[in-house]
């Protein structure tokens, strides 16, 4: 384990590791409430973050968290009152974001247009000391929210307007995700990249619902497909000179692909343990009036 | 405590002081609108402590949107509306209210078991989400009164639409609330679960529950049910003793949905009610 001799790997590592858990947390809401590419759009609007934070010569990852936070909450006020102009204005929003991204990068003396590439598709070894500490505040926050009130998103997401029967906050609920998922996508975004980060979101997720039955195991084999992928995918990137954005989201889908395949004979099994299957079978000897001709 | 096995007196009739409890739901002079349509149109309901009352009508007559507008979830746009004697705007006391959605096949993009799904009627009645050891015996008994207690570990996307609702009215009696109000709860559910709904509907009558429910036709529960409030365009047309079956309708056993023959006196169904 040379690697592990390096700071930079390390930090990798970690940070790795961290999106790996986080990703999947916060990515597993969004799923259920059928919003699966909104981590899509929240990376599309951080961007414009970091052009702002090159233009601007501060920490592009405390702007990026900053513009994607807003953008989120937007998101969510579109979600309430858009209704059926919704997806048009999010369109605007995604597109307006990227493109206001690239401009603004354009403009400032710093972001060249290799830095624009190493945040939308993750440059993992570049983390930085001063970006761990934001990775680790951030994702406290992340795992604080989502397994700390893991109950009240669960019915949240579930089913709203029992939800809001039942007296839960369900608005505050509602932008609580939408924040944390702006939150996410930057700690994501040095790791696998705007672009990216959403597939870390939903695939550890669509691979988990695969083999399971409950929300809470479906949680956890998420969380540990997210940090399987982001560690191994960040060790080849290592030995193999790959970006470690793309290798880890094609081993998450290679995962999905293989817990697909195991959920056939699965599914099988349990229904065969769940009762013994139709015991009539077609006589032997069929005579011939059975057969229906046309 | 109700005795099923005798004609149920209206309140009307004298049978029971029903003035001298306290209002449950009060709906005064409701009238609500979907998009530009009036849906309600100063509707006057009021149900007391302990009442069981049935909310009747053709589709398209309101009588969802009513029950929807009771807790919230269609704003009224005149009238007053108050829950437990507090006015609808300080009402905060969610927890004595158990819901029962029109039956959505929309589950969650996420697998969750039936135990999961019925935990979520009890958070009212939690701190924080924390469940202590009575909010567990209160999940798993709601779940033996519907009959699905062996069944907590399965899946909520693999059972049959009867199965599916006696999970939703378990997550309504999760929470033991004082007043349960169901929105079609027999609509498309078999015989046998119509029973097993029927019986942990009398269980909540008998520890004093008040019931608020839509139906299309009162079914196996004419005999719990006090009074019957029908809807038409949304106007009330008959607050009082449940009407008496008629013609096919009147036979034993006989349940069936579908929709009104009478499709001139109803307006055009859009979806946007149910």
């Known amino acids: ?214 929300f809470a195991v479906t949680f956890a084999t998420a969380v540990a497909i997210g940090v399987a992928v982001t560690l191994t995918g960040t060790t080849a990137s290592y030995y193999v000179d790959v970006p470690s954005g793309a290798t880890i989201v094609l081993f998450a889908i290679a995962l999905f692909v293989v817990f697909t395949a195991l959920a056939t004979p699965l599914a099988r099994r349990r229904a065969a343990a769940a009762g013994k299957g139709c015991t009539l079978e077609v006589p032997a000897s069929r005579t011939a009036e059975d057969d229906v001709r046309v | 405590m109700k005795d099923t096995g005798q004609p149920v007196i209206a309140p009307e009739a004298g049978g ?47 009588k969802s949107t009513a029950v929807r507008s009771v807790i919230g979830q269609v704003p009224l746009t005149s009238g007053d509306l108050a829950l437990f004697g507090t006015p609808f705007r300080r009402f905060k006391d969610w927890a004595r209210v158990g819901y029962v959605p029109q039956r959505t096949t929309a589950a969650g993009g996420v697998p969750a078991t039936i135990r999961e799904v019925v935990t979520a009627g009890r958070l009212a009645r939690t701190k924080l989400g924390l469940l202590r050891k009575a909010d567990r015996a209160a999940v798993h008994h709601a779940l033996e009164l519907v009959g699905m207690a062996d069944r907590v570990k399965d899946s909520v996307n693999a059972l049959s639409g009867g199965q599916h609702q006696r999970v939703l009215i378990a997550r309504a009696l999760a929470g033991e609330p004082d007043l349960l109000i169901m929105d079609e709860p027999m609509a498309g559910v078999d015989l046998a679960s119509q029973e097993v709904l029927a019986s942990a509907l009398r269980e909540q009558v008998g520890r004093g529950a008040t019931v608020l429910l839509v139906l299309h036709e009162l079914g196996p529960l004419e005999p719990l049910i006090d009074r019957a409030v029908v809807l038409r365009d949304g106007c009330v047309v008959h607050d009082g003793p449940p009407p008496e079956a008629v013609g096919q309708h009147a036979l034993p056993g006989h349940d069936h949905v579908h929709p009104h023959a009478d499709a001139a006196a109803e307006p055009l169904r859009t979806g946007l009610l149910s």
């Not at chain 2, 001298?20 to 009060?26: F, K």
């Open chain 1, 1 to 214: 384990m040379e690697m592990l001799d390096f700071a930079f790997m390390q930090r990798a590592l970690i940070a790795a590791l961290i999106v790996g858990i986080t990703a999947p947390a916060i990515g597993i809401y969004l799923v259920q409430r059928r919003q699966a590419l909104m981590g899509d759009g929240i990376g599309h609007v951080a961007l414009t973050g970091v052009g702002l934070g090159f233009l601007l010569n501060t920490s592009p990852v405390w702007v990026a968290t900053a513009v994607a936070v807003v953008g989120s909450v937007v998101m969510e006020l579109i979600r309430w009152y858009g209704k059926t102009r919704g997806d048009l204005a999010l369109a605007m929003l995604f597109y307006g974001g990227m493109a206001g991204g690239v401009m603004l990068m354009n403009l400032s003396d710093a972001g060249s247009s290799a830095n624009l590439g190493t945040y939308l598709f993750g440059s993992i070894t570049t983390v930085s000391p001063q970006d761990m500490t934001t990775i680790y505040v951030l994702a406290a926050l992340v795992l604080a929210i989502t397994v700390g009130l893991r109950r009240q998103l669960f019915a949240v997401c579930q089913d709203e307007e029992f939800a809001r029967v039942t007296g839960l906050p369900v608005r505050l609920l509602n932008l609580l995700i939408a924040v944390t998922a702006a939150v996410t996508v930057t700690v994501a975004m040095r790791v696998v990249g705007l672009l990216l980060v959403s597939a870390l979101m939903v695939i550890p997720v669509a691979a988990a619902q695969q083999i399971s039955r409950s």
């Open chain 2, 16 to 62: 029971r002081p029903a003035e001298d409890r306290s209002a449950v739901i009060e709906l005064r002079g409701a009238t609500a609108s979907l998009g530009s349509r009036p849906v309600l149109r100063g509707v006057d309901l009021t149900v007391r402590s302990g009442e069981v009352v049935a909310l009747l009508g053709a589709n398209g007559s309101g």
